[in-house]
């Protein structure tokens, strides 16, 4: 009778994720697809024939690659993943070559001994929704680009302060201060498999090591960006750990400050923590004393 509830378990099983409309992956340790059930097919184009027995890389975009395998290593030495069961839109492939983007969430499988046997994938298209998300984030920026700077100024200068956002991973944690941000790019430039404003969250410190997420964090301008390691007292980064401080101006661009310093304001209040500050000298912030990158849009052109 055991057995018989069992196989009708199993055939159950089997049933429902051969009819589930998502798509299910399930991938062996290695990342050599085992299963690929029929939302699979409809979703990536590819029929189980030409997925099972194929790597991951079959439906990753090639710039993703290193950053992906990674994880994926890392998360089946540990036996966790780093969403913990949440999900994350990410760019996928099809085989038709379309722009695909997924809203996917991973788990990791073990066996009945609890060892570690893949990672399974459920997957749905976002592509609709990320696209039309895109395009209204696209729409607020051309509109406050077109915004006169006088008008900008005003409007920011009675602006709540933003709240700060943290992003945590094995052995790190992001912060970031949008209020200091003033969009230099340097961070999606250098590590865009962990900094990109095209996926929520726009953070994801696991997608690299802890090493490459630091030395990114090292050289963000402004100070938007600092970290904190796990179990690590000393929290300083290179720049804050320096005695003194200099000031350079960038072309085009603002101040940066680097060091130890205190910024205050009128009033004397401390208003940027000694590391990095990058400040206004085109006039046309709305964020003052910060660059908030108006220079850009006014055309500031400095005198060398
Ligand atoms: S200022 Fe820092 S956080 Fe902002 S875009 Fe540049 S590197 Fe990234
Ligand atoms: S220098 Fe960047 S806004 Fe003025």
């Not at 890392?74 to 990410?90: C, L, N, P, V």
């Not at 996928?92 to 809203?103: T, V």
């Not at 046997?117 to 984030?137: C, M």
Request: proline share 4%; aromatic share 6%.
């Amino acid at each position: 009778m055991a057995d018989h509830g069992g196989n009708e378990i199993e055939n159950v099983y089997r049933d429902v994720l051969a009819a589930m409309p998502e798509a299910l992956i399930l991938a062996d340790r290695e990342g050599i697809i085992r299963i690929w059930n029929h939302g699979a097919e409809s979703l990536f184009g590819f029929d189980a024939t030409e997925a099972i027995g194929h790597s991951l890389d079959l439906i990753i975009p090639e710039a993703m690659r290193d950053a992906h395998w990674n994880g994926y290593r890392r998360a089946i030495a540990h036996g966790e993943t780093r969403h913990k069961g949440g999900s994350m839109i990410t760019r996928a492939l099809s085989k038709s070559g379309e722009r695909l983007y997924i809203d996917v969430s991973f788990a990791i499988v073990k066996n009945g001994a609890g060892e570690v046997i893949g990672s399974s994938a459920v997957a749905r298209d976002a592509t609709e929704r990320y696209l039309k998300e895109k395009s209204r984030q696209q729409e607020t920026v051309a509109q406050s680009v077109t915004q006169p700077v006088t008008q900008s100024a005003a409007k920011s200068a009675t602006a709540p302060k933003k709240p700060l956002q943290s992003y945590s991973a094995t052995g790190i944690t992001v912060n970031f201060d949008p209020n200091l941000c003033y969009h230099s790019a340097v961070c999606l430039k250098t590590l865009p498999a962990v900094f990109d404003v095209h996926r929520r969250p726009w953070v994801l410190p696991g997608a690299a090591s802890v090493e490459e997420v630091m030395a990114t964090i090292e050289k963000c301008p402004s100070g938007a960006l600092t970290y904190l390691r796990e179990g690590v007292a000393e929290q300083k980064t290179t720049v804050e750990a320096v005695t003194g401080a200099a000031i350079q101006a960038s072309r085009n661009g603002p101040l940066l400050l680097q060091g130890q310093f205190t910024l205050q304001d009128e009033g004397g209040t401390e208003i940027a923590t000694p590391g990095r500050a990058a400040l206004c000298r085109c006039g046309g912030t709305g964020n003052q004393p910060f660059c908030d990158n108006s220079h850009q849009r006014i055309g500031f052109k400095s005198q060398k």
